[in-house]
Protein backbone atom coordinates (compact mmCIF):
# COMPACT_ATOMS: atom_id res chain seq x y z
CA UNK A 1 0.00 0.00 0.00
CA UNK A 2 1.31 3.48 -0.84
CA UNK A 3 1.96 6.12 1.76
CA UNK A 4 2.26 9.57 2.29
CA UNK A 5 4.63 11.36 3.86
CA UNK A 6 2.93 13.43 6.79
CA UNK A 7 6.15 14.77 8.17
CA UNK A 8 9.28 15.00 8.26
CA UNK A 9 12.35 16.04 10.69
CA UNK A 10 15.81 15.50 9.42
CA UNK A 11 16.25 11.72 8.51
CA UNK A 12 13.11 10.74 10.15
CA UNK A 13 9.52 10.42 8.94
CA UNK A 14 5.99 9.97 9.74
CA UNK A 15 3.76 8.25 6.89
CA UNK A 16 0.33 7.69 6.55
CA UNK A 17 -1.92 5.23 4.04
CA UNK A 18 -4.12 8.59 3.04
CA UNK A 19 -6.99 9.20 3.22
CA UNK A 20 -6.59 7.15 6.68
CA UNK A 21 -4.93 8.88 9.24
CA UNK A 22 -2.48 6.37 10.58
CA UNK A 23 0.70 7.81 10.87
CA UNK A 24 3.56 5.26 11.51
CA UNK A 25 7.55 6.27 11.79
CA UNK A 26 10.01 5.38 9.02
CA UNK A 27 13.63 6.38 7.90
CA UNK A 28 15.76 6.42 5.11
CA UNK A 29 18.88 3.90 4.05
CA UNK A 30 21.48 5.18 2.30
CA UNK A 31 20.50 8.00 -0.12
CA UNK A 32 17.45 8.35 -2.49
CA UNK A 33 17.94 10.63 -4.95
CA UNK A 34 15.09 11.54 -7.55
CA UNK A 35 15.85 11.74 -11.02
CA UNK A 36 16.72 14.86 -11.99
CA UNK A 37 16.69 15.82 -8.55
CA UNK A 38 19.25 17.97 -7.20
CA UNK A 39 17.18 19.91 -3.82
CA UNK A 40 18.39 19.24 -0.06
CA UNK A 41 15.78 17.29 0.45
CA UNK A 42 14.78 14.44 -1.91
CA UNK A 43 11.72 13.36 -0.33
CA UNK A 44 9.01 15.96 1.00
CA UNK A 45 5.96 15.68 3.30
CA UNK A 46 2.99 14.99 0.54
CA UNK A 47 5.15 12.46 -1.52
CA UNK A 48 3.69 8.82 -2.35
CA UNK A 49 6.26 6.73 -0.84
CA UNK A 50 6.24 2.62 -0.43
CA UNK A 51 7.94 1.63 2.90
CA UNK A 52 8.88 -1.98 3.97
CA UNK A 53 9.91 -2.51 7.35
CA UNK A 54 9.67 0.93 8.37
CA UNK A 55 12.01 1.89 5.62
CA UNK A 56 11.29 4.21 2.63
CA UNK A 57 12.18 2.23 -0.79
CA UNK A 58 10.66 4.01 -3.16
CA UNK A 59 9.24 8.01 -3.73
CA UNK A 60 6.59 8.34 -6.85
CA UNK A 61 6.81 10.65 -9.34
CA UNK A 62 5.16 14.10 -8.00
CA UNK A 63 2.45 15.27 -9.58
CA UNK A 64 3.13 18.92 -8.65
CA UNK A 65 5.11 20.40 -6.37
CA UNK A 66 6.23 24.11 -4.72
CA UNK A 67 9.98 24.46 -5.00
CA UNK A 68 11.90 27.50 -4.02
CA UNK A 69 15.56 28.61 -3.85
CA UNK A 70 17.41 30.08 -0.67
CA UNK A 71 17.51 33.64 -0.19
CA UNK A 72 21.46 33.44 0.22
CA UNK A 73 23.83 32.78 -2.59
CA UNK A 74 24.29 28.91 -1.60
CA UNK A 75 21.67 28.04 -4.65
CA UNK A 76 20.47 25.28 -2.54
CA UNK A 77 16.77 24.11 -4.02
CA UNK A 78 14.05 23.07 -1.43
CA UNK A 79 10.92 21.61 -2.06
CA UNK A 80 8.09 22.86 0.16
CA UNK A 81 5.52 20.02 -0.36
CA UNK A 82 4.23 18.15 -3.07
CA UNK A 83 0.89 16.33 -4.94
CA UNK A 84 -1.12 19.29 -3.54
CA UNK A 85 -5.06 19.66 -4.56
CA UNK A 86 -4.51 23.84 -3.80
CA UNK A 87 -2.19 26.12 -1.72
CA UNK A 88 -3.20 28.89 0.74
CA UNK A 89 -0.47 31.97 0.68
CA UNK A 90 -1.33 33.58 3.76
CA UNK A 91 -0.24 37.64 4.12
CA UNK A 92 -0.55 40.49 6.48
CA UNK A 93 0.20 43.89 5.03
CA UNK A 94 1.18 45.15 8.24
CA UNK A 95 2.54 43.30 11.69
CA UNK A 96 4.45 41.94 9.83
CA UNK A 97 4.68 43.47 6.15
CA UNK A 98 4.23 41.13 3.56
CA UNK A 99 6.36 42.05 0.59
CA UNK A 100 3.92 41.88 -3.18
CA UNK A 101 7.32 40.85 -4.70
CA UNK A 102 7.27 37.54 -2.35
CA UNK A 103 3.24 37.18 -3.17
CA UNK A 104 4.28 37.17 -7.32
CA UNK A 105 6.68 35.28 -6.62
CA UNK A 106 5.17 32.59 -4.87
CA UNK A 107 1.79 32.66 -7.49
CA UNK A 108 4.17 32.49 -10.16
CA UNK A 109 5.21 28.73 -8.76
CA UNK A 110 1.54 27.69 -7.89
CA UNK A 111 1.03 28.76 -11.82
CA UNK A 112 4.01 26.85 -13.53
CA UNK A 113 2.47 23.82 -11.74
CA UNK A 114 -0.71 24.46 -12.12
CA UNK A 115 -1.43 24.79 -8.08
CA UNK A 116 -4.59 26.29 -7.77
CA UNK A 117 -4.12 29.49 -4.96
CA UNK A 118 -5.87 31.29 -2.91
CA UNK A 119 -4.52 34.60 -1.10
CA UNK A 120 -5.28 35.07 2.43
CA UNK A 121 -5.59 38.16 4.19
CA UNK A 122 -5.23 37.45 8.19
CA UNK A 123 -5.48 39.11 10.73
CA UNK A 124 -7.87 41.51 9.15
CA UNK A 125 -9.46 42.79 12.29
CA UNK A 126 -5.98 44.56 12.70
CA UNK A 127 -5.24 45.25 9.27
CA UNK A 128 -8.03 47.35 8.86
CA UNK A 129 -7.20 49.53 11.73
CA UNK A 130 -3.96 49.48 10.44
CA UNK A 131 -3.52 49.83 7.05
CA UNK A 132 -7.20 50.02 5.07
CA UNK A 133 -5.81 51.69 1.77
CA UNK A 134 -2.93 49.33 1.71
CA UNK A 135 -5.33 46.44 1.65
CA UNK A 136 -7.87 48.19 -0.67
CA UNK A 137 -5.00 47.94 -3.24
CA UNK A 138 -3.88 44.89 -3.02
CA UNK A 139 -7.07 43.64 -3.52
CA UNK A 140 -8.06 45.35 -6.34
CA UNK A 141 -4.70 44.14 -7.66
CA UNK A 142 -4.55 40.90 -6.97
CA UNK A 143 -8.07 40.28 -7.77
CA UNK A 144 -7.28 42.04 -10.99
CA UNK A 145 -5.12 39.79 -12.09
CA UNK A 146 -7.55 36.85 -11.37
CA UNK A 147 -6.54 35.31 -7.65
CA UNK A 148 -8.96 35.43 -4.84
CA UNK A 149 -8.26 37.30 -1.87
CA UNK A 150 -10.20 36.15 1.15
CA UNK A 151 -10.18 37.86 4.27
CA UNK A 152 -10.07 36.40 7.98
CA UNK A 153 -8.75 36.43 11.71
CA UNK A 154 -7.95 33.74 13.88
CA UNK A 155 -8.76 35.99 16.60
CA UNK A 156 -12.32 36.94 15.59
CA UNK A 157 -13.00 34.02 13.40
CA UNK A 158 -13.90 35.82 10.73
CA UNK A 159 -13.38 34.08 7.44
CA UNK A 160 -12.49 30.98 8.99
CA UNK A 161 -15.94 28.79 8.09
CA UNK A 162 -14.75 29.57 4.56
CA UNK A 163 -11.79 28.25 4.27
CA UNK A 164 -12.74 24.84 6.27
CA UNK A 165 -15.24 24.66 3.30
CA UNK A 166 -12.95 25.32 0.79
CA UNK A 167 -10.04 22.82 2.54
CA UNK A 168 -12.57 19.55 2.49
CA UNK A 169 -14.32 20.78 -1.30
CA UNK A 170 -13.43 17.72 -3.03
CA UNK A 171 -13.82 19.04 -6.35
CA UNK A 172 -10.43 18.16 -7.79
CA UNK A 173 -8.83 15.89 -5.24
CA UNK A 174 -8.22 12.54 -6.18
CA UNK A 175 -10.56 10.93 -3.87
CA UNK A 176 -12.61 11.10 -1.37
CA UNK A 177 -11.49 12.84 1.89
CA UNK A 178 -7.93 13.28 0.32
CA UNK A 179 -7.27 16.82 -0.31
CA UNK A 180 -4.57 18.20 0.35
CA UNK A 181 -4.00 21.77 0.66
CA UNK A 182 -0.59 23.97 2.01
CA UNK A 183 -0.34 27.15 4.06
CA UNK A 184 2.37 29.01 3.42
CA UNK A 185 3.88 32.63 3.99
CA UNK A 186 6.48 34.64 5.80
CA UNK A 187 6.61 33.81 9.32
CA UNK A 188 4.03 35.66 11.39
CA UNK A 189 1.26 35.47 9.32
CA UNK A 190 -0.33 33.43 11.27
CA UNK A 191 -0.58 30.39 9.29
CA UNK A 192 -0.70 28.31 12.83
CA UNK A 193 -3.12 30.38 14.55
CA UNK A 194 -5.67 29.68 11.46
CA UNK A 195 -4.91 26.40 11.54
CA UNK A 196 -5.19 26.04 15.33
CA UNK A 197 -8.83 27.78 14.66
CA UNK A 198 -10.27 25.54 11.81
CA UNK A 199 -10.26 22.99 14.68
CA UNK A 200 -9.70 19.53 15.41
CA UNK A 201 -7.86 19.55 18.66
CA UNK A 202 -4.86 20.76 17.44
CA UNK A 203 -2.69 22.88 19.53
CA UNK A 204 0.02 24.25 17.30
CA UNK A 205 2.60 26.58 18.84
CA UNK A 206 2.23 30.53 17.82
CA UNK A 207 4.40 33.10 18.36
CA UNK A 208 4.68 36.97 18.51
CA UNK A 209 6.37 39.45 16.60
CA UNK A 210 9.95 40.17 17.01
CA UNK A 211 11.18 43.48 17.71
CA UNK A 212 13.38 43.69 15.34
CA UNK A 213 11.72 45.00 11.97
CA UNK A 214 7.98 43.84 13.85
CA UNK A 215 9.06 40.37 11.68
CA UNK A 216 7.45 37.08 12.64
CA UNK A 217 9.66 34.47 14.78
CA UNK A 218 9.68 30.82 13.56
CA UNK A 219 7.48 28.89 15.57
CA UNK A 220 6.53 26.14 12.97
CA UNK A 221 9.87 24.16 12.66
CA UNK A 222 8.71 21.03 10.44
CA UNK A 223 6.83 20.59 7.65
CA UNK A 224 4.10 18.62 9.14
CA UNK A 225 0.78 17.77 7.59
CA UNK A 226 -2.79 18.04 10.02
CA UNK A 227 -5.96 16.27 9.02
CA UNK A 228 -8.61 18.93 8.79
CA UNK A 229 -12.56 17.94 8.93
CA UNK A 230 -12.53 16.29 5.72
CA UNK A 231 -8.99 17.58 4.10
CA UNK A 232 -5.38 17.83 5.12
CA UNK A 233 -3.44 20.49 5.50
CA UNK A 234 0.59 20.99 5.29
CA UNK A 235 1.71 23.59 8.04
CA UNK A 236 5.38 25.34 7.05
CA UNK A 237 8.09 27.32 8.44
CA UNK A 238 7.78 30.89 7.79
CA UNK A 239 10.08 31.59 4.30
CA UNK A 240 12.19 34.13 4.56
CA UNK A 241 12.97 34.45 0.40
CA UNK A 242 11.39 32.97 -2.32
CA UNK A 243 13.80 32.29 -4.95
CA UNK A 244 12.63 31.18 -8.37
CA UNK A 245 13.47 27.47 -9.85
CA UNK A 246 13.22 25.94 -13.28
CA UNK A 247 11.64 28.83 -14.99
CA UNK A 248 13.52 30.67 -18.19
CA UNK A 249 13.24 34.27 -18.19
CA UNK A 250 11.41 33.84 -21.96
CA UNK A 251 9.16 32.33 -19.34
CA UNK A 252 8.61 34.50 -16.79
CA UNK A 253 5.37 36.36 -18.24
CA UNK A 254 3.82 33.00 -19.09
CA UNK A 255 2.87 32.88 -15.16
CA UNK A 256 1.38 36.31 -14.96
CA UNK A 257 -1.90 35.45 -16.37
CA UNK A 258 -2.79 39.17 -17.25
CA UNK A 259 0.55 39.88 -19.06
CA UNK A 260 0.12 36.47 -20.41
CA UNK A 261 -3.58 37.33 -21.78
CA UNK A 262 -2.24 40.92 -22.93
CA UNK A 263 1.39 39.61 -24.65
CA UNK A 264 -1.56 37.42 -27.55
CA UNK A 265 -1.80 40.82 -28.92
CA UNK A 266 1.97 42.33 -28.99
CA UNK A 267 3.10 42.95 -32.13
CA UNK A 268 6.52 40.65 -32.17
CA UNK A 269 6.98 37.22 -30.68
CA UNK A 270 9.06 37.07 -28.70
CA UNK A 271 8.53 40.13 -27.00
CA UNK A 272 10.07 41.35 -23.72
CA UNK A 273 7.51 43.50 -22.95
CA UNK A 274 10.05 45.95 -21.64
CA UNK A 275 11.24 48.09 -24.73
CA UNK A 276 9.92 46.94 -27.95
CA UNK A 277 7.26 49.02 -30.23
CA UNK A 278 3.48 47.93 -30.29
CA UNK A 279 4.02 45.86 -26.77
CA UNK A 280 0.85 45.08 -25.68
CA UNK A 281 1.64 44.47 -22.05
CA UNK A 282 3.00 48.08 -21.94
CA UNK A 283 -0.03 49.41 -23.70
CA UNK A 284 -1.91 47.36 -20.96
CA UNK A 285 0.39 48.91 -18.11
CA UNK A 286 -0.06 52.52 -19.79
CA UNK A 287 -3.72 52.48 -19.88
CA UNK A 288 -3.75 50.93 -16.14
CA UNK A 289 -5.17 47.53 -17.17
CA UNK A 290 -1.81 46.02 -15.59
CA UNK A 291 -1.27 47.07 -12.13
CA UNK A 292 2.66 48.79 -12.16
CA UNK A 293 3.18 46.53 -9.09
CA UNK A 294 3.02 43.79 -10.64
CA UNK A 295 4.82 44.67 -13.70
CA UNK A 296 7.53 46.04 -11.36
CA UNK A 297 7.86 42.15 -9.69
CA UNK A 298 8.12 40.77 -13.58
CA UNK A 299 10.87 43.39 -14.50
CA UNK A 300 13.20 42.76 -11.31
CA UNK A 301 12.42 38.71 -12.02
CA UNK A 302 14.16 39.27 -15.53
CA UNK A 303 17.10 41.30 -14.05
CA UNK A 304 18.08 38.91 -11.84
CA UNK A 305 21.71 37.73 -12.74
CA UNK A 306 22.15 34.33 -12.60
CA UNK A 307 19.25 33.42 -10.77
CA UNK A 308 20.35 35.28 -7.69
CA UNK A 309 17.79 36.43 -5.48
CA UNK A 310 18.31 38.15 -2.02
Given at each position: ?S????????????????????????????????????????????D?????????????Q?K?????K???????????????D?????????????????????????????????IV??????????A??????F??????????V?????????G?????????N?S??????????????????????????????L????G????Y??????T??????????????????G????????????E??????????A??N???????????P???????????I??P??Y??????L??ENG???
Amino acid sequence: MSHTVVKHTGSHYLVSPLPLWEPVPCVVRGKIRLKGSATTNPIAVGDKVEVTDGVITVVHQRKNYIIRKSSNLSRQEHIIAANLDGAFLIVTMVLPETRWEFVDRFLMTCEAYKIPVVIVLNKIDIQRKLAPKVIARFKEVYEGAGYPVWETSALTGEGVDRLRKAICNQSNAPVRGGRVSLFSGISGVGKSSLINALGCDLTLRTGVLSDYHLKGKHTTTFYEMFPVADGFVIDSPGIKGFGLVEVGKEEVYHFFPELFKAAINCRFNPCTHTHEPDCAVMDGLNKGIISPERYDSYVKILEEENGKYR
